[in-house]
């Protein structure tokens, strides 16, 4: 199977010990390993307002990781940890592949047509006076 | 705002008696379909080729910028969830999604950009509905 990229985001209650915070990395990176996944990157966006009650909370810790592995067994995995875990209120992953693969797509795309106009705008040149005007400024 | 579908055609039949005033018409965009609310049909009918529609249409034109996608301005091919301070513009103040038709935005971007916010509440980074 393709390798796949995740978004993950947990918020932990805003009480949690940092140490408590950095025991779920560890264990969520140690269970991506397991499963053959790598975690790129680990981002502590700190203690936010949270736009709606959580748990009865109204900040919550957020911690956003990216995570790449090749098994959908993987995630599930990582999901029930953070089910597991006390201090994890709310927890989010998203498959981020797909769509920066449409991304890159789009670039390459736009690329090509950037490449290609000015190739164009001359033999349509004499048939549009409009035409004519926009290839000398190319 | 539900009406300006159905104001668009009649504008158009309109086109052929007097081609000049309801150029003039489209260029004000959406302006005059709110002037004839429900009842517009018939009256604007009248009004459109002969002279009283002519001061009319002058006294209550006003001009709409042409909308323009913001993301497509700026070549953006992902709109991210996480920036939830980029998102919150394309959102009322109670957490509803604005259309299309508020804010400009292309199809493309509106889909991709529902897609955003949608997954920026449910991390709670954006409201589902703000509380009272």
């Given at each position: 199977m393709?390798e ?5 985001i ?5 009480a ?10 560890a ?12 975690v ?10 949270l ?20 098994q959908?067994?993987m995630?599930k995995?990582?999901?029930?940890r ?7 209120i709310?927890y ?12 890159a ?13 000015p ?6 040149a004499?048939?549009l006076?409009?035409?004519e ?6 | 705002?539900?009406d ?12 052929p008696?007097?081609?000049?005033a ?6 004000s965009g959406g302006?005059p ?6 009842p517009?049909g018939v ?13 009319r ?12 996608c913001?993301?497509?301005v700026?070549?953006?091919?992902f ?5 939830a ?12 999604i604005?259309?299309?038709r508020?804010t ?11 897609e955003?916010?949608?997954r ?5 980074l954006?409201?589902f509905?703000?509380?009272?």
């Open positions: 393709q796949r990229l995740y978004d993950l947990f918020i932990c209650r805003p949690t010990p940092e140490e408590e915070v950095n025991k779920i990395v264990t969520l990176e140690h269970s991506a390993g397991e499963h053959g996944g790598k790129d990157k680990v981002e502590r966006w700190g203690t936010r307002r736009a709606y009650r959580v748990s009865k909370h109204r900040e919550g810790f957020y911690v956003y990781l990216v995570v790449r592995g090749t959908s067994d995630i995995e990582l999901e029930r953070l089910k597991v875990a006390d201090p994890v709310k989010q992953t998203i498959r981020l592949d797909e769509e920066l693969k449409r991304q797509k789009l670039a390459r795309h736009r690329e090509r047509r950037a490449g290609r106009r190739r164009k705008a001359a033999p349509t004499p048939a006076p409009g035409a005007q926009a290839a000398p400024a190319n | 705002m539900p300006q579908p159905k104001q668009d055609p009649p504008a158009e039949a309109e086109a008696p007097a081609p000049a309801p150029r003039a018409e489209g260029h302006g379909p709110r002037r004839e609310g429900g517009g009256p604007r009918r009248e009004g459109g080729p002969g002279g009283p529609g002519g001061p249409r002058g006294k209550r034109q006003f001009f709409r910028k042409k909308k323009v913001r993301f497509c700026e070549h953006v091919d709109i991210d969830y996480k920036k301070d980029m998102l919150q513009p394309f959102v009322q103040d109670r957490g509803k604005l259309p299309r508020m400009g935005t292309c199809s493309r971007h509106q889909r991709w950009l529902g955003a916010i949608k920026a509440r449910n991390i709670a954006l409201p509905a703000t509380e009272l």
